[in-house]
């Protein structure tokens, strides 16, 4: 039951990919999944921004309460999801490592949702840090997963590469062209991405414990 939970949740965590572009779509002046960050989706009030990097750009997101709903929703799910499948996983403390840092990454998304950042800048900027140490979870869930389950585990170490790279290039401002927006997808969503696809293995596997080779 709690194994079936934890799957749940994780497939629920797809509600950010389907929220985004409805809520994109209100913008005006449009919203671009390149140009503009994701957390440009929660913002509150329609102003220019303060960022030196893009000063005077109008930000105006009029559905800002669906979006950072759906953060609080997909960070619950995400730490649940976490918490209720420990089971499903080896028990090798690298599996517990790669799981934990995945629920302080759904704890961040709360704070992300709970403080847009032209509310709470300071409050949401700590909750978007912690959605860094929550790329390099399915690398080291994966890395734990034993190699008879070889789509789980190159699936999971795939989506952490990807996940890390991103983050590197968003953090160190190299987008390779893809834009601050586009590079903070790179590292943060192959995340949700795991999450989603891992809640229908996990709903779909035996209680914990026995799973057969994948």
Same mark, same amino acid.
């Given at each position: ?73 997909? #960070? *619950? ?5 976490? $918490? &209720? ?5 080896? @028990?090798?403390? !690298?599996? +517990? =490592? /790669? ?6 990454? #759904? *704890? ?5 949702? $709970? &403080? ?5 800048? @300071?409050?949401? !900027?700590? +909750? =978007? /840090? ?6 390099? #979870? ?21 989506? /952490? ?54």
């Amino acid at each position: 039951m709690r194994q079936r939970l934890g799957a749940l949740c994780w497939m629920l965590t797809i509600v950010y990919f389907l929220v985004q572009p409805f809520v994109a779509a209100a913008w005006d002046p449009a919203y671009s999944f390149s140009a503009n960050t994701i957390s440009d989706l929660g913002y509150a009030r329609c102003e220019p921004s303060a960022d030196v990097w893009r000063q005077a750009t109008m930000l105006c997101s009029p559905r800002h309460a669906l979006m950072n709903a759906a953060f609080v929703l997909v #960070g *619950v799910c995400t730490a649940v999801g976490a $918490l &209720a499948t420990r089971r499903y996983w080896p @028990p090798q403390r !690298l599996a +517990g =490592a /790669g799981l934990a840092l995945i629920a302080v990454s #759904g *704890v961040g998304a709360v704070l992300v949702g $709970l &403080a847009p950042g032209d509310v709470n800048m @300071p409050l949401h !900027l700590v +909750g =978007a /840090g912690l959605q860094f140490p929550g790329a390099l #979870g399915p690398l080291l869930v994966g890395l734990a997963t034993p190699r008879e389950r070889r789509r789980e585990r190159a699936f999971s170490l795939a989506m /952490g590469v990807v996940g890390i790279v991103g983050c590197v290039l968003f953090a160190s401002g190299q987008h390779l062209g893809l834009g601050v927006g586009g590079a903070e997808r790179l590292g943060f969503d192959p995340l949700t991405v795991w999450t989603v696809v891992l809640g229908v293995i996990v709903w779909r596997a035996r209680p914990a414990g026995n799973h057969s080779p994948s």
